[in-house]
């Protein structure tokens, strides 16, 4: 039953342009959404979060979107670069549950020169 | 000067043995937490403490026990280890009032033969 999907497990993008990944979750409990970045032999670093009372949330070249109907989350990377490439995770939680995260099965980015 | 270590980061040992995997954090947070990654690259929750006290044990097999000596150490201990216990096994920790972001340690690749 996974609750956070991150259907696309790889995608690559030119150097210089923008990187989509997306994120859905089926869980209407779940009010606190973020990503998390992951290079190899590393542990996973919080990268950016949005709250469900927002709709957007930036961090310079970083920015996430929710749509809470379609309870889907995205993130966007602009420019895209090298130091980028990465797996990304998906991860939210619940009211209450403050510290449980649920996480997604990641997204290999692959950015190229 | 490593946020959050864990030791050793490779362990490979035969089915039926126990095995311990040490962590340690240097940031003063008061939760810490146990993740597994499996073969399908699923990060799950097992564990959480806060301040040396269990507040989050998922569905895990009683074989794994965690320890938690002090606020800055979670040990995690396992006995009769399975086939199926491999995996990449992550610890983190979050601070009081930030608890979703979490920071997290290299991670400790498990082997069990």
């Known amino acids: 039953d996974q609750q956070v999907k991150q259907n696309s497990p790889s995608l690559s993008v030119q150097e210089g342009r923008i990187s989509i990944l997306n994120c859905d979750y089926t869980?209407?409990?779940?009010?606190?959404f973020l990503w998390y970045k992951k290079y190899p032999a590393e542990g996973p670093t919080f990268l950016i979060s949005i709250s469900s009372i927002k709709d957007k949330n930036e961090d310079g070249r970083f920015t996430v979107f929710l749509n809470k109907s379609a309870k889907h989350l995205s993130l966007h990377i602009v420019p895209s670069q090298p130091g980028d490439s990465a797996v990304y995770f998906c991860?939210?939680?619940?009211?209450?549950?403050?510290?449980?995260?649920?996480f997604g099965t990641g997204t290999r980015l692959q950015v190229t020169l | 000067d490593t946020a959050v270590s864990q030791t050793p980061k490779y362990l490979v040992t035969q089915m039926g043995n126990d095995k311990s995997i040490k962590c340690e954090q240097n940031l003063g947070h008061d939760t810490m937490y146990w993740y597994k990654q499996d073969s399908k690259k699923f990060l799950k929750i097992m564990f959480s403490?806060?301040?040396?006290?269990?507040?989050i044990n998922e569905t895990v097999p009683n074989r794994f026990s965690p320890k938690s000596p002090d606020k800055a150490h979670l040990n995690l201990h396992i006995n009769s280890l399975e086939l199926g216990d491999s995996a990449v096994y992550f610890c983190a920790s979050s601070p009081r009032d930030l608890e979703n972001e979490q920071f997290f340690g290299p991670g400790t690749r498990l082997t069990v033969l």
């Open positions: 869980n209407s409990m779940f009010d606190y």
């Open positions: 403490y806060n301040n040396k006290e269990l507040i």
């Open positions: 991860a939210a939680s619940g009211t209450g549950t403050a510290s449980k995260l649920t």
